[in-house]
């Protein structure tokens, strides 16, 4: 839907809401929506491209600022780990690699600081990106430990943002037709749209690569650092003004989620955590998605309802706020940038325990098409408004995440290879507790 939005805005210079979307049953409707709705500036207000290193774009700068409290630790590594059964052109994937990190600039960025104030600095293409190595059994483990343990730890070694590069590739050989492909982006540079945009222009690039033609890529629009100029821009001319007035009308006074627990918060983070996998049955998946599309809400909604509802009960609080990650590329150019391009954003719940579920779930409705339409001003100048009282045992405004990804993260797809994802526990944590469907 939101790629739909960000479309629509190119091509027509015109804003709509996702309650607009959602009344729009037919094409006619739309396109009578599109007509009655009000022109767009965005497009006008792009920043072009410029000289000179582009500044960091607020979330850059809060990732950059957890950095420097806690130096080196590994909870915002994106890593990839996939199992690559099949022939496999070698050489043909470390070039495809070479011209991915070639045309993709945040993939050679690093941040370094002048006068303590960070900028972002691209660096020239390395020669070698993609570092292959001979994965060793031991006698003592199974292929498959060691393949997993493998992963974990590369997903676990930390990056350094000041001296880059905050990108890591290897391909370890455990035979001719058998390799564990591990790539490893620190989330400044990344998020999970960056990643799929990774893996379907590396499909592209190797496939070129093995059948000696040019990759059919267009160029890209834009560079990474133009959407820190624009998000400076728009700071300076006010224009998340309105937005930052409701967010903290909306935010005002939440109070701390108090999930209990079996001792006591620590004073300082520890991010110590560990993850567990529950497999949701298709028939109760299929249920779920028919019910959602009966009551007139998305499966984004209606999960996020019940998520809210468990958590109220296991509190005993009606007053809370879930984060939840949100895609934040306000324009279309930045559809096939590689970047960090994900927003945050805080859904107060206030609960009536006596209410019907159906009430809850129409409430639910109605605070997030509100809170979508106010998606774009940056988390960061929320929390700042907001003032909170920092702790280092404690994320502001929210302590609970709830995600929901509707497409598959698996986009690779080299000819004639079979290719699965290789399951990691980072054993780390961002929050107290995060749900990701």
């Not at 940038?337 to 579920?357: C, P």
Request: charged fraction near 20%; aromatic fraction near 8%; proline fraction near 6%.
């Amino acid at each position: 839907l939101m790629r739909l939005l960000s479309r629509l805005r190119h091509d027509f210079a015109v804003r709509l809401s996702l309650a607009q979307l959602g009344d729009s049953v037919s094409v006619e409707k739309l396109a009578a929506c599109i007509v009655m709705a009000n022109k767009d500036t965005v497009a006008a207000e792009k920043s072009p491209q410029s000289e000179g290193p582009a500044p960091l774009s607020l979330s850059q700068q809060r990732l950059w600022f957890l950095d420097r409290l806690y130096p080196g630790l590994p909870i915002y590594n994106i890593p990839v780990a996939l199992r690559i059964r099949g022939p496999l052109d070698v050489d043909a994937l470390t070039q495809a690699f070479s011209q991915l990190v070639s045309r993709q600039e945040s993939l050679r960025t690093s941040f370094p600081a002048q006068a303590g104030v960070p900028y972002q600095l691209i660096h020239p293409t390395p020669a070698q990106v993609c570092h292959v190595f001979t994965l060793s059994c031991d006698k003592q483990k199974s292929l498959s430990q060691r393949v997993v343990e493998t992963a974990q730890a590369e997903a676990l070694a930390p990056f350094s943002l000041e001296s880059g590069p905050l990108l890591r590739v290897s391909l370890g050989r455990i035979s001719a037709s058998d390799h564990l492909l591990l790539i490893t982006m620190h989330h400044t540079i990344s998020d999970g749209w960056s990643v799929r945009i990774l893996l379907q222009e590396l499909t592209e690039l190797y496939t070129a690569q093995l059948h000696k033609r040019a990759p059919q890529l267009a160029p890209l629009p834009m560079l990474a650092g133009d959407y820190a100029r624009w998000e400076q821009q728009a700071l300076s001319s006010g224009r998340f003004a309105s937005g930052l007035t409701y967010w903290t009308a909306q935010l005002r006074a939440v109070p701390n989620l108090e999930l209990p627990m079996d001792r006591a918060r620590p004073a300082v983070f520890s991010h110590r955590g560990c993850s567990l996998s529950v497999q949701i049955p298709a028939g109760l998946a299929d249920a779920l998605r028919m019910f959602a599309k009966s009551q007139g809400v998305t499966l984004y909604m209606l999960l996020l309802a019940a998520w809210q509802t468990l958590l109220g009960r296991y509190s005993g609080q009606t007053d809370f706020a879930v984060g939840s990650p949100i895609t934040n590329r306000p324009f279309s150019e930045l559809e096939p940038l590689i970047g960090f391009f994900v927003g945050t954003i805080a859904l107060r719940a206030q609960l009536d325990m006596d209410a019907s579920f159906l009430k809850l779930l129409a409430d639910t409705k109605n605070r997030c098409l509100s809170a979508f339409a106010h998606r774009d001003v940056p988390f960061e100048l929320i929390v700042d408004a907001m003032g909170p009282a920092r702790e280092l045992g404690r994320n502001p405004l929210f302590q609970v995440m709830f995600s929901l990804d509707t497409e598959s993260t698996t986009d690779l797809a080299l000819p004639d290879t079979v290719i699965e994802d290789v399951v990691i526990d980072h054993s780390l944590a961002r929050f107290d507790l995060t749900l990701s469907i």
